[in-house]
């Protein structure tokens, strides 16, 4: 940590900054510059969790030099994390990819899409039982009923469910039933429920929030993990700006810059991004080539009657000839995407 | 609401969207373009909750017409509400001042700052017992403990309490202790959370999220309200932007902008939004000046020791000295700062 | 176009707008809901340059219906542009790179790097010679020896030049001496240059402002357009978010968006997105797949040597082996990267 | 400057960093932590101008303590600069307001708009006659044939006259008619044009650019200043966000961070700010009591008809009370807003 100190900083202000932190058990060294001194401290930033520093009189800033995450960071573990969904993996050679319906409506049309979206290629299937919808006079979904349906598809169709969770109190009652859980982007920082979900054994997809740092959303994935759970994907699903041709903005940047900064694996939400079926072919692929290690896509039997997020949805067909429009892409940067 | 078709759309798809929105209950005014055709639709949009026009055979877009907010919003209720926490109220004439440490951190520092804070001219005081800090291993506060402490200080110094509840299960517990719940801006989205403090009879001071729109916060006030509880506080208290001169930048024209759209009543937050006590005096001058009802500020004893937000906190004594510098603004503008 | 009345409108003031647009030409089409009234008006909307409808008493709101560019848009020309720099192509089946140093520093590096990345299959030259740099104590380009050093190397290789000009006195002048000529971000809006360089017959290279809308974007296109100057290549190059730990953000879903609202050819610069040579293989491959047209990446021979922008910028040998990993990118969405 | 090493960084090159930094002339201070190495340096960061430390082997990042400007900067300047606009100031105790309609359109209004904010209060009479139009249908201004309507409105008034230039070939002509020189939001970043005003002796008038930050709009100071020209004043008028509520999201706390970190004089446009003239007066106060030196505010006789801008031009005697409520504001905070 690097302590700059104000051009005015008295000599006093200097030396009461090094005694705290020689206090606090740093090392520090002191560079004096023509016009400011900086003071370089070496030593547990945890140290600094009951002392402001940078309230101290003199003080200009306070720059950090170590990233917050520990766990989430490649600086303690350096091998990629190969998340394990009951035996689906995220971050192997392989793209997965994840599909299915904004919210469960019925058991019919859900195994329908299930059924499509598994014969296109898809390994793990989504569906809302519990929706974060922005006007309370929205389709909720169905809770329990939601995930009971889920259960049902997953014996129909041989694959692994993932559903988003919002309330701490149903995070043991979600987990008994999926096989991944889901934390939704406006609650990436309702920490209480991170800690829940962190208690639990089962894999995490977090999404990024609407306007969250990178360095925010492994402070996310952080708080899980020091719960005690290790498994956890990324999820980019756009992020918010003053563009509005698409609902969000991608940020395809992010899947290089998590790959350097932590061994978690990342998948791309190209539907909640674009808010448009019509972009998800291109933003997928730009995602693949990018270096994302899956895709997560919704798809509706009936969009126009779907009741949630209907204009983003790719029907079944569609959704099948983008699968085989991605392969190729997989294939030019060395990885694949399972057989269909 | 109009639908806008695309300039392909075949006559076939315009009927076809006419025959739906007429089956839903809407009554359609088709204006015919030179290159587009335009639908008027005259209905209660609430039909739409099972349907996507949007995503029907020619649509291009949808342009809604009325406001998505029924009960936050000024068309039912014309009057300015009044919000009453315990005998002091906020969105009358007085300017309504909340003041306190960020954390609550021990009973003797916490009193002795409300005993501060209440003789510079502040009525409410709050203090954070559950703190949603980004660092899980950053101190998350006292809970319940904290909750007592602050009671305690209520009873030594007459103010009204306030603090942030931050899981669903702990809400009726402090709805139990405190004058005024706060939802934080990390959780302005966090619909569950709303919900059950719409379920309290306690007022909530509802902060506006970290890159909502106001559309959006207006909307998180309708979903306590629709829960049944309408004395909601709206707290402007800084916005995500590219710029990092300040932790947030506060949005000022938000408050003529809630005045217009609204009935509700407007606080802000100049110690979260500026991440600095420097700019504290700056920005409460500018909210008052800009029509705000009130504001939140915090203020430490000693801001150096601090467990979180130290950089923010103004000290008692330049709190004071803020508060008389507030009172001729506020007169300025036909307002009053309450005696001292 | 559709005008929404305020809800306290009165018929009189209905009846003025109703008037007004019928004077200006307009076919108006009422629309009377339960709350409030909206005029539906079909007309040339050029007929408003003189008026502002929207602030006649009871206005609330103009939505305008049609897209203003008109011919940079798809509405009047239906076919993609493919732009012709002295025989290299951009919007065909093929991927066309530019690559060269962000300045030009001396004859002999600048020709060195050419015949590089020529050799590496990059097919048109960049290099700058009047830089807009944030600092005036900057290096600031060597102007028109730059332009001098340039043409030397075109015939050196045999390979098409583009240059930044900044000035509206400099147009003539860089026109006379490149193939294609540069409008940066800075300068998307500096409507008096898009004017000039309208009026030469040299294709120009179109990069999108630093927080430009795609639709403030494609206008500037149009002024270009409007100017005689139909030869345009947009160039998405990152934009402005919150987000710093990439320089820029780069917003691949402009990819879709711009094909679909544009005729025009679509390229992406990963170097100034990314800010970090680190990113730009995987950025550029994202584009790619994504459906960009090209690429403009910088590459210098010795970059910590490098006058301007050196962090972003590849070494030839790293250009060359990721020009070999785009191939099959390229050849994974149907297109070609052109011989090495 | 701190040059912090990667955790990989080999003893060589952290080596070779000291070397390069001693070769430069710095004096180098390199502090071992237990994960990374650390380097201060010591000396003229202007040396860096011809080498890239931070694209050396090894480096991770380069953090920089000094602030790149110098003349606009507090450090070599302490005072405030108050600017004199052919005798009106700027940054003194009196609130300066300048006001006028968006472009010229004729004399005869031009005058009688100038005569009534004169009569209201208004010292500086502002009028477009070369506009920035984002559409290249839009009325572009009258150009010189405005200039000389303003200069006879400065004769029938006695006000001083601002007015943007938009061209480097304008200049020297539009500093031959006007009291001060506008560059405006576009322009910022036009660092030819910026030059070019440097050069004359007309104080010049800096609005902040789209999405610019404080850093980069005290750095196009510095270029006026670097030509030799130190009249700046600064004007915020809102910068670019998500929220669309208002045209931009005003950057109050722009006003006391400009005041820490420059001399110069800083003005608010709550005009371009809001987009809207509705919330102009909620703005403006807030702007005063903030700490601003004046504002600029866009008046029009006949808003309707206005050619631009219409929908934020306040009609004269909306603009003449305005200017009574904001006195005793100004007087809140110890300004005053001159004689009417």
Redesign the interface.
Known sequence: M?I?MS?NATKQEIDNVERKLTDLGFKT?P??????T?I?A?GDK?AL????????PGVESL?P??K?FKLAGR?LRHEPTVADIGGVRIGGPEITVIAGPCAIESEESFIETAKKVREAGASILRGGAFK????????QGLEEEGLKIMARAREATGMKIVTEV????DVEMVASYVDMIQIGA??M????LL?EVGLTSKPVLLKR???A????WL?AA??IM??GNEDIILCERG????????RN?????????IK??SHLPIIVDPSH??GS???V???S???????ADGLIIEVHID?????SD??Q?LRPGKFAQLMD?FR??A???GRSMGAR
Chains 1, 2, 3, 4 share one sequence.
């Open positions: 690097i700059v051009k060294h560079i004096t510059g023509e016009v400011k900086v370089g070496i945890r969790n009951t002392v402001n520093i940078s309230t101290m720059v030099i170590m917050p600086e974060p919808r922005s006007s309370p006079y929205s389709f919002v309330d701490t109190r406006r609650n920082q309702n920490f209480r800690h929030g609407l306007a740092t990178i360095e925010e402070m952080e708080y020091a719960a992020i918010r700006t003053y563009e509005t041709s698409t903005t991608i940020d395809i940047s992010a899947i290089p810059v350097e900064l991004a674009a079926w019509k972009y072919g291109a933003l692929k730009g995602a693949i080539a990018a270096g969009p126009p009657n779907a009741l209907g204009p949805s429009e190729p892409v294939e030019a940067v």
